[in-house]
């Protein structure tokens, strides 16, 4: 395989449409001969047209630069010798591929008709597991010196390099997976499955020897299972360090530069007492108080001297993930003594290696399904949980882990596989930890199902404390959405689909059931056709409910529109009818199709494996078939408290549609069903106080006699941070929208330049933010600076993080996620923005009907909700600023409510103290030149 002769080829280009006139303006070629790059060749191309503005931004490359440069059919000779006899291997392929084959018959040649290879394909395979699969973003991965993105001869020599790390890696693979991946990639875009047949002719199987720390189980290839020393948790006369010296020498085994925090130990000796003292207790910590440390470490403590379990829940998988890869490997490093720990989430979340296995070969998978099937091959070599979170699916590949993903079946599997269950083993691991980390959702689902998640458990720490509320409120909650209602249907199918509906109805043929007595094929097809037209109709009608509804403001894609019991209109009317048709059509399908299994029960003994794969397959999807038709009543037909709403996109009503229920206060479900059950219970955050009191929080999780402890930030705010409100806006509800995006976009042009970028701006309205990215853009002032918008500019939050921090002159615009949970340390982030004060829109449903709920109950809803809700994201929001000892910067504050309301004094007492200057944007720039 080595031996083979590999260019690689990357283009710079005037835009993507080779048929439409667009023309290669940078042509670079690295051939690779016996693994080793033997030449180079690049040059630039006179397009003979202009190059436009965007893509001489995004290469560097002007009309200048090629005006000298030779036209393409003077080097195309040249290119066609290179090619001679070689694989053809890009960065995406098909683009450069193809440009080139137009560019070289419009210079008379023949063009290039030998095999491809795809390296953005073969990383998706061999890397199941990368953030992403751009170049940049695997150079950085495999640390690659990557100097000039979108330049052609750097583009091409990093991708070279690149290429033979992925060949270098395909060689190293069992022979056993090589023979997979072959029969798999017949699927695929490129020719990765010629290399793959070369590489299994120079393998001798006699002589295989497998890569360290892998085996081969019924034919699969899988990572050993890692010999951990079992450390049940038996009583031991531990000695808690009672001293803070004794504190400091345990926490300085892990830190080579240890930072004496006396928060971190004051928040120790408070865990370690409530526990104790088997009581509840809140915790607000500020930034720099090493929080997890603070409680992971009185949590192990306590559950090696009493032989019990501390259950650790937090609401995002990233601190979930930090915990396990980050701090308790530290505190391995500071305990004198050994313990165990594990990450459980929902079962649905491991991977099924017996259903993996059955449909491996099926025949008829889509490029998405044969893609994944393919990562999945892979990472099992390298995954020790089988988590999905490990991996980077394709879209497409998410309707396949459906498919595959663990369940409860009624068919046990057969034993050999039941001992690689990654399901299981999380739960066995568990069940003989001292700490076990989950996620908030995993912790409430454990209440419903009376405790058979996880293991007995009296301690537990609810770490980013200020979501326990949300959470618990979709968890008690309902959601129906069109996407994945389809989804579900589509996997029992019509019987010409030949998906579960057929395969069940060929076993009971092959089982010799005698059906007679049940309804005929036929019938149930019938039945499955209503059901999808119903669905269709159903969600039809929520989308026209809410058009009818909803203000749909000029220029507003997207709505949330209030369901009312109480309404009485057409629209409702014909909504809940059509509700109680879909809900009976999933009861009679459900129905028929257990008399169906029924047939097949007594026949267990006499089925395959893969029949019994079906029949666990048919268990799953009317166990979610149930769950659908309880969620359609409990939303429209049975008489509930909730707050119902829908989300609609007005752009695609159909597939953008959700329902939603909620209750609209969890505190006494929470408090009778959770904390009066559990010993002792700790929840914390960095927001939790309004004001310095805990009432807002103690009320919202029903939890009003828990003991609670402050304790402030180590870092020096006031040394460090300048709060600069700005004088000379207007009230934000006094203009128009378009009016105040046009003021705060002067504003930010101005700033960005006095701060030369490095800014965050946090808005609370997508609309607002769209408007002012555009208006910044088509100003054309900040044309040297990279800025990158949530929902414009593409990737997910860490991604557009990442990139922020790439560039020395780059702003970021973000919305609702950014407030919080964004982590951008040191000079990358020296301004923060905050747009308007964080208030949830008064009509927003949620917010409308607990509004209502609380004057029901006698209160003010300002004041018990609105506000205290407003001032924790502001707190939240403002946190992003300081991330460590040495940061420094400036906050502020375009919305003048918080300095000409009686309220906005509240939003000041909240935060850490810091010097407060207000004025107009002349005097807010000169503050920033001298502070920075």
């Known amino acids: 395989m080595l031996e083979n002769k590999y260019v690689v080829i990357d283009l710079e280009t005037t835009g993507n449409l080779p048929k439409k006139g667009d023309r290669i303006i940078q042509f670079a070629a690295v051939v690779i001969e016996n693994g080793i790059i033997t030449e180079m060749f690049s040059s630039l191309v006179n397009p003979k047209k202009q190059i436009p503005a965007f893509i001489e931004e995004l290469t560097g490359i002007d009309d200048d630069m090629v005006k000298d440069a030779p036209a393409f059919s003077e080097i195309a000779p040249r290119i066609e010798k290179i090619l001679e006899g070689a694989y053809f291997v890009a960065h995406n392929v098909l683009f450069d591929l193809s440009f080139l084959q137009e560019e070289l018959q419009l210079a ?25 699969y751009k170049l940049s973003d695997l150079a950085e991965k495999e640390n690659l010196q990557h100097d000039r993105p979108h330049q052609a001869d750097s583009d091409a020599e990093v991708t070279a390099e690149l290429f033979l790390i992925l060949l270098n890696k395909l060689a190293s693979m069992p022979i056993t997976t090589l023979r997979q991946l072959s029969q798999l990639s017949g699927g695929l875009k490129s020719d990765l499955q010629q290399l793959l047949d070369e590489l299994l002719v120079e393998k001798d199987p006699t002589e295989e020897v497998l890569p360290e720390g892998i085996e081969v189980f019924k034919g699969i290839a899988l990572k050993k299972e890692t010999a951990k020393q079992a450390v049940y948790r038996e009583k031991e006369p531990l000695h808690y360090p009672e001293k803070e010296a004794e504190k400091i020498k345990i926490i300085k085994q892990a830190f080579e530069n240890f930072e004496n925090r006396t928060g971190q130990l004051t928040m120790m000796d408070g865990i370690y007492q409530a526990f104790q003292k088997q009581e509840h207790l809140l915790i607000e910590a500020g930034t720099g108080v090493g929080k997890s440390i603070g409680y992971l470490l009185p949590s192990v403590f306590y559950s090696k001297q009493k032989g019990q379990p501390v259950v650790v829940s937090t609401h995002t998988i990233q601190l979930q993930e930090q915990i396990i890869k980050k701090e308790i490997p530290m505190l391995e490093k500071m305990l004198p003594f050994k313990f165990t720990s594990v990450l459980l989430k929902g079962r649905s979340h491991y991977l099924s290696l017996v259903k993996f296995n059955e449909t491996l070969l099926d025949e008829n998978d889509n490029y998405d399904t044969t893609l994944t099937k393919m990562q999945i091959l892979v990472w099992l070599m390298e995954t020790d949980t089988g988590d999905k979170d490990e991996l980077n699916l394709a879209s497409g590949g998410s309707f396949y882990w459906n498919r595959i993903k663990n369940d409860p079946a009624v068919f046990i599997q057969s034993y050999e596989w039941l001992e690689k269950d990654f399901y299981l083993r999380a739960k066995k691991t568990a069940e003989e930890a001292n700490l076990i980390i989950t996620n908030h959702s995993l912790l409430l689902s454990d209440l419903s199902a009376n405790g058979s998640i996880l293991p007995n458990f009296d301690f537990c720490i609810i770490d980013e404390g200020h979501h326990f509320e949300k959470v618990a409120s979709q968890f008690f909650g309902f959601s129906l959405d069109y996407l994945s209602t389809r989804m579900l249907l589509s996997q029992f199918g019509h019987y010409e689909q030949k998906q579960l509906f057929y395969q069940f109805e060929e076993l009971l043929k092959l089982s010799g059931s005698k059906a007679e007595a049940l309804a005929h094929t036929s019938k149930i097809n019938k039945l499955a056709t209503d059901l999808f037209y119903e669905m269709d109709e159903f969600f039809k009608l929520i989308a026209l409910y809410a058009k009818k509804m ?29 509700a109680e048709r879909f809900a009976f059509l999933l009861k009679d399908l459900h129905l028929a199709m257990m008399d169906r299994l029924a047939l097949i029960e007594n026949k267990k003994g006499k ?59 969890v505190a006494v479900a929470l408090r009778e069903k959770f904390f009066n059950k559990k010993k002792s219970v700790v929840v914390t955050s960095a927001t939790l106080t309004v004001n310095h009191s805990f009432e807002y929080i103690k009320k919202e999780i029903g939890l009003p006699s828990a003991s609670t402890m402050i304790i402030p930030s180590p870092f020096e705010y006031g040394d460090h941070v300048k709060l600069l409100i700005s004088e000379d806006l207007p009230e934000i509800n006094s203009v128009s929208l378009d009016d105040y995006v046009v003021t705060i976009t002067e504003h930010i042009i101005s700033l960005s330049e006095a701060t030369k970028g490095r800014m965050l701006i946090l808005f609370t309205a997508y609309d607002m933010l769209k408007k002012t990215y555009e208006l910044i853009k088509e100003s054309g002032f900040l044309s040297d600076f990279a800025i990158f918008a949530q929902g414009i500019t593409s990737g997910s939050r860490t991604r557009l993080t990442r990139n922020f921090q790439r560039y020395d002159k780059a702003i970021l615009l973000g919305t609702s996620s950014f407030w919080e949970g964004v982590d951008i340390p040191g000079e990358d982030l020296s301004c923060l923005i905050i747009v308007r004060l964080p208030f949830s829109p008064p009509d927003e449903p949620f917010t409308e009907a607990k509004c209502q709920y609380i004057i029901q109950q006698g209160g003010n809803a300002f004041s018990d909700y609105s506000l205290p809700e407003a001032i924790l994201r502001f707190k939240q929001g403002f946190g992003r600023l300081i991330r460590t000892a040495s940061d420094r910067g400036i ?3 375009f919305d003048k409510r918080i300095i000409t309301t009686k309220y906005g004094n509240a939003f000041l007492k909240s935060i850490p103290a810091v010097p407060v200057k207000k004025g107009n944007i002349d005097e807010l720039v000169e503050i920033i030149n001298e502070w920075l």
Request: proline share 3%.
């Open 108 to 132: 008379g040649f023949e063009g290039f008709y030998g095999s491809v290879i795809d390296t953005v394909e073969m990383a998706r395979i061999l890397y199941p597991t990368a953030d992403g």
């Open 891 to 893: 906050v502020i504050v």
């Open 550 to 578: 909803g203000s749909n403001k000029k220029g507003f894609t997207r709505a949330k529109v209030r369901f009312s019991d109480e309404d009485h209109g057409k629209e409702k009317s014909a909504l809940v009818h059509s």
């Open 607 to 665: 089925l395959t494996q893969e029949h019994r794969n079906i029949i666990e397959e048919l268990i799953s999807f009317l166990h979610d078939l149930e769950e659908l038709k309880n969620t359609v009543q409990s939303c429209f037909i049975l008489k509930t408290n909730f707050v119902k709403w829908m989300e609609v996109d007005y752009r695609s009503p159909q597939n953008v549609t959700t329902f939603l229920a909620k209750p609209a206060s």
